[in-house]
């Protein structure tokens, strides 16, 4: 399990996150939490070390800056770590979370769940989030383990939505290969092969995602991608992003099912019309689900749909989806 660390002396990675202040290092034996609110003058505020971790590798934040991921390179990505023999802590992820920013507190490690063979180089390595709104999901490579896309918002219970496995480059003896990076980028997942070159996919609704989510994800445009200098996400006005919500409320039963079908025909009704016609029913609904909130089981996630909804009251013109 992860401790206190005392002073680490060299970083491989660092990943600034300017809209929540903070940064996320990566130095070898540990993990630090770093304040880079004043950017000239950083602070590290904490850090952590653990006995299953061999190369503390990269850092990634969830959208809002409560959690953070660090992912263990061991061996340098040249082993076979994915075996069944093998620890599920070791060439991991390990998930922590922030507490009044000023400290990590472990929940989790989450490791790909497919057993790779033992000519299979694969451990946890480069990747980035999917912005999906209310949710934390990121994609990951994983050397010939392939890609894994998994969603941490439980950080106790990380699970994998979605996998790509293309198999060992040779399945006779170990040879170099397999994913460097899954970054998603503008509506795509991009995975860099080391011996096979650039795989681009798209993701497919399924039971734990659905086209709305992804419709929604699809929506948040970035002009340049650089996975060590995280951005913070917003969602843009659309139909795709309330019914997203409406999707999660239903999944986790997070609200009555007949108000989530009648928000849904007043968001059908809404995108018929136009002009105050189009407002006012998107109006009733705002009002209707605030007033709702408290007594449902997902309060939150609730007031996160009326919060959409509000914006396409306020912004009908962007409201396309």
């Not at 460097?180 to 980028?185: D, G």
């Not at 200098?229 to 099912?257: C, H, I, N």
Request: charged residues 20%; hydrophobic residues 35%; negative net charge.
């Amino acid at each position: 399990m992860p401790d206190s660390g005392s002073g680490p002396t060299q970083c491989h990675d660092i990943t600034l996150y300017p809209g929540i202040g903070l940064g996320g290092g990566a130095c070898e034996g540990y993990g630090l939490l770093l304040d880079i609110s004043d950017p000239a003058h950083p602070k590290r505020l904490a850090a952590a070390s653990d006995s299953n971790f061999s190369y503390w590798h990269s850092a990634t934040f969830n959208n809002s800056g409560s959690k953070v991921l660090f992912s263990d390179e061991w061996g340098g990505g040249s082993q076979p770590k994915c075996r069944a023999t093998d620890k599920r802590e070791w060439g991991a992820d390990a998930i922590f979370s922030i507490a009044n920013r000023q400290q990590m507190q472990f929940q989790s490690y989450y490791k790909l769940p497919a057993p790779q063979t033992a000519q299979e180089n694969c451990v946890a390595h480069n990747g980035s989030l999917i912005p999906i709104p209310g949710r934390d999901v990121m994609v990951q490579a994983w050397y010939q383990g392939g890609l894994s896309v998994f969603d941490w918002t439980d950080s106790k219970h990380p699970k994998e939505i979605a996998f790509f496995d293309r198999g060992p480059v040779d399945a006779t003896e170990m040879a170099s290969g397999g994913y460097w990076s899954t970054y998603w980028y503008n509506g795509n997942i991009y995975g860099s092969e080391i011996s096979r070159g650039l795989d681009v996919f798209e993701l497919q609704p399924s039971g734990f995602l659905t086209q709305n989510e992804i419709d929604a994800a699809k929506s948040v445009k970035l002009d340049y991608f650089n996975t060590q200098g995280q951005v913070k996400f917003t969602w843009p006005a659309t139909y795709s992003l309330a019914r997203a919500y409406l999707d999660q409320l239903e999944r986790s039963q997070g609200m009555d099912a007949a108000r989530i079908a009648d928000a849904r025909a007043q968001l059908a009704k809404a995108e018929k019309a136009a002009g105050a016609d189009q407002q006012q029913v998107l109006t009733q609904l705002v009002s209707r689900l605030e007033s709702e909130a408290n007594g449902a089981g997902d309060a939150n996630k609730v007031r996160l749909l009326a919060g959409a909804v509000k914006q396409l009251a306020t912004s009908p013109s962007l409201a396309t989806k």
